[in-house]
């Protein structure tokens, strides 16, 4: 099993940054991919970014250029520097890793961002 955890959601003006962290934990394989997704009200969930353990980096067109994901292998954590940000980004964001034919997700932080 794989446990996820998140923190560094809240509450941004537009314009503003946040950072979102995931540590995982628990039986992880050397080969996985590490990302976000997120889900706004009445939306479907849909990838924000994602890293594999190679390194290999994934973003969806709408934050492209505006958010950042890395990962740190060796202590199981990914990161998303999130600048610029808009109101359209509000959503509560999941962190996900993917390992052979499982998916393991976290509980969702919020992230808001006023106009």
């Known amino acids: 099993q794989v446990q996820l955890v998140e923190s560094g959601g809240g509450l941004v003006q537009a314009g503003g940054s946040l950072t979102l962290s995931c540590t995982a934990s628990?039986?992880?394989?050397?080969?996985?991919?590490m990302g976000w997704l997120r889900q706004a009200p009445g939306k479907q969930r849909e990838l924000v970014a994602q890293?594999?353990?190679?390194?290999?980096?994934n973003y969806a067109t709408s934050v492209k250029g505006r958010f950042t994901i890395s990962r740190d292998t060796a202590k199981n954590t990914v990161s998303l520097q999130m600048n610029s940000l808009k109101p359209e980004d509000t959503a509560v964001y999941y962190c996900?890793?993917?390992?052979?034919?499982?998916?393991?997700w976290g509980r969702g932080t919020q992230v808001t961002v006023s106009s």
């Open positions: 890293i594999s353990s190679g390194g290999v980096t």
């Open positions: 628990g039986s992880i394989f050397s080969s996985n991919v």
């Open positions: 996900r890793l993917a390992q052979t034919t499982y998916d393991y």
